[in-house]
């Protein structure tokens, strides 16, 4: 939050600031210094404030200037607890599962019985499987390195063990089967299954990475605006006629293929509870555009065209 | 209940008539129950006898989780969830399918605690919804729990792993590779890891019931943690 000075004449602003939840006044700004300068524990991506102890957040681009109070402004103080960069967490819940599903797949000793250490399964879809999956959170890596641009920088340090316990378990218990001795392959339609299997997986793959660079590409570098985001000349991005969440429905579609080409019933709970949480996501960001924008297309479906 | 409108006065008596309707089918569970011990002085068979109906009010509890889900009664739903979940699983899974079981005093001692913690309960709720609820019933409610659940508890560990054996030797509800799912559950196994669950869960559910009484008996103001 900043403080213009104005050009015509000198507004002085007092800021007091109260704790939400017990009322008590932290600190009574009549020369703005930083939160922290106050109470240093409390950094500035761990400060919530806001103009109601129940209300929303203020962001950092607000003015002093252009908010609702009187010359005496009252904010109310929330501590987030600690935070942690978005890119650690997204960094650490994705290398998980790529060293983890490599170390079932190479057949590390204790996790199998002794007679099959460091061997390598006879079935070739295991190996088209390594590939797949390792291929998946490597270019999950990349683009958090170099293609997603963040709203906010942090989050509760509390997430990274939700999420890494997420990631890193499903990842384990679906590699444990899939590299497992006595894997069997695909038999519903056998290599045909393994084949459409691949293309539907490399197809979402390449949509979603489309999806990632289009929406990178609607917001200038540093900056947090927020606009509609439209097909481009990209084939792959003219879902966004029917989808507002196009990067999760390509998701969806690739642990689909990924499910079909092992024919494991873990990775088909793991694309399950995945697409409840997307679905989720997806409906919480629609409902966001369509407040935000008057003219958000009407056909627009959150994640899968005219379904959900 | 007056100066409430009509259509909440009728949702109310819905539900407090469902409440009563609760509360006297255990009353009729205890009392067979009784019945059965002082006719044959043993508890062997026992639970034979009223395996039918206490299999139908577990399953039925699960409205109860509903209830919180909607926002009509004002427990968690995970606390609910919880325990109605582990009283189906104990129901179900154990007992219903582990004859051998069936005659343990462990058995009995759950049985005994799941009925007159119910029957307080829903004679809580039934009295509540009427606005006369006597201070004996609200006393029983808070307080009796503190005997109750660690009682019940036991009863439900000691025949979890009084099954365990049987288990083993059976093989039940387990798979084993290779199969065309790729994927194997072991039913010891799991028994072992809902025991060890109980060691998280108890305290939390114990201290929930703890924090209500602080509540609503002795009028204390606790400060909720948000997040």
Not at chain 1, 4 to 28: H, M, N, P, Y
Not at chain 1, 163 to 188: E, Q, R
Not at chain 2, 214 to 220: D, N
Request: hydrophobic letters at 45%; charged letters at 15%.
């Amino acid at each position: 939050m900043t403080s213009q000075g104005s050009r015509k004449a000198v507004v002085f602003f007092e800021v007091e600031i109260l704790d939400a939840k017990t009322k008590d006044k932290l600190c009574f700004l009549d020369k703005v210094r930083p939160l922290h300068k106050y109470y240093p524990q409390w950094y500035a991506a761990r400060q919530s404030i806001r103009l109601d102890p129940k209300g929303k957040s203020l962001k950092d681009e607000d003015v002093l200037q252009h908010l609702p109070v009187g010359t005496t402004a009252t904010f109310y103080f929330r501590d987030l607890g600690a935070q942690i960069s978005w890119v650690t967490v997204f960094l650490t819940e994705y290398g998980g599962p790529l060293l983890l599903y490599l170390m079932f797949y190479f057949r590390v000793p204790f996790i199998y019985a002794p007679k099959y250490d460091f061997t390598t399964s006879k079935h070739w879809v295991v190996h088209l499987a390594c590939m797949c999956h390792s291929f998946h959170y490597l270019k999950r890596l990349l683009e958090t390195l170099f293609v997603h641009r963040f709203s906010h920088g942090t989050m509760p340090l509390r997430n990274i063990f939700k999420n890494c316990t997420y990631y890193w378990g499903f990842a384990a218990w679906m590699a444990y089967y899939i590299n497992h001795p006595l894997y069997t392959p695909p038999t519903i339609y056998g290599e045909q299954q393994v084949r459409i299997a691949l293309v539907i997986f490399l197809f979402c793959q390449v949509g979603n990475f489309s999806i990632h660079i289009a929406l990178r590409n609607l917001r200038p570098p540093g900056s947090k605006t927020r606009k509609i985001p439209y097909p481009t000349k990209n084939p792959f991005t003219w879902i966004f006629l029917l989808v507002s969440c196009p990067n999760y429905t390509y998701e969806l579609g690739s642990w689909f293929g990924f499910t079909l080409m092992t024919q494991c019933l873990p990775v088909a709970f793991f694309t399950a509870v995945g697409f409840i949480q997307m679905t989720v996501w997806a409906k919480g960001k629609h409902r966001s555009y369509l407040k935000e924008f008057r003219d958000y297309p009407p056909l627009r479906s959150p994640i899968l065209p005219f379904v959900l | 209940m007056i100066g409430v409108s009509p259509s909440r006065a009728h949702s109310n008596l819905f539900r407090c008539s469902k409440y009563f309707i609760f509360f006297s089918r255990w009353l009729v569970l205890a009392m067979a129950m009784m019945r059965f011990y002082l006719q044959k002085a043993t508890h062997k068979g026992l639970y034979k006898s009223i395996a039918r109906t206490l299999k139908f009010f577990q399953t039925v509890a699960l409205v109860e989780v509903g209830h919180c889900a909607i926002g009509i009664v004002r427990t968690s739903v995970i606390v609910t969830g919880v325990q109605v979940c582990s009283r189906i699983f104990m129901v179900w899974f154990i007992t219903n399918s582990i004859k051998q079981i069936q005659n343990e005093e462990s058995v009995i001692l759950f049985l005994v605690v799941w009925t007159l913690t119910e029957i307080t309960r829903y004679s809580f709720y039934t009295f509540n919804l009427l606005n006369h609820l006597p201070y004996f019933i609200k006393w029983a409610r808070y307080n009796m729990f503190i005997i109750m659940y660690p009682l019940g508890v036991a009863g439900e560990l000691l025949t979890i792993y009084a099954a365990l054996p049987f288990v083993r030797k059976t093989g039940m509800l387990s798979m084993r590779l290779p199969n065309k799912y790729n994927i194997s559950f072991d039913y010891y196994y799991f028994l072992i890891i809902v025991m060890l669950s109980y060691i998280p869960l108890f305290p939390q559910l114990f201290f929930h019931m703890l924090r209500q009484r602080r509540k609503v008996l002795l009028g204390e103001i606790i400060v909720e943690k948000d997040e």
